[in-house]
């Protein structure tokens, strides 16, 4: 009943146009979180953690880089790093960080906060 009395005849060609083939509706429609990645190419959502794969294997990150998830019922879990979206994998424990990261971590705040000069 709505429809008889409210609707309206379009003029011409239909103004929809199609999508590039390049453009995903999945990653445009999910919800979005940004998070960091550690230096084994994982990170921490919803209480576990994930770590990125590419053609089956760790994929190749810089550590403590920003990574975006993207979150939805059709297409799970996945992380956008660098442009490209990567599947993710479900870690059971929280994965070991290198030692020689953390070391450096240390010693560039070490210097900082002895010298005063920034290392960024």
């Not at 008889?4 to 995903?24: A, Q, T, Y």
């Not at 992380?79 to 560039?108: H, Y």
């Amino acid at each position: 009943m709505f429809n008889r009395r409210f609707s309206v005849r379009p003029k011409g060609k239909s103004v929809f146009r199609r999508l590039k083939e390049d453009i995903s509706l999945d990653s445009i429609l999910c919800t979005k979180e940004r998070r960091k990645l550690d230096s084994g190419s994982a990170f921490s959502y919803r209480g576990s953690y994930y770590q990125l794969v590419s053609c089956g294997k760790v994929a190749p990150t810089i550590p403590r880089s920003a990574v975006t998830i993207l979150c939805s019922k059709r297409i799970g879990i996945k992380a956008e790093c660098s442009g490209k979206i990567n599947s993710v994998r479900r870690l059971e424990a929280r994965p070991k960080t290198d030692m020689k990261i953390k070391v450096s971590r240390f010693l560039q705040y070490f210097f900082y906060n002895i010298s005063g000069l920034s290392f960024y």
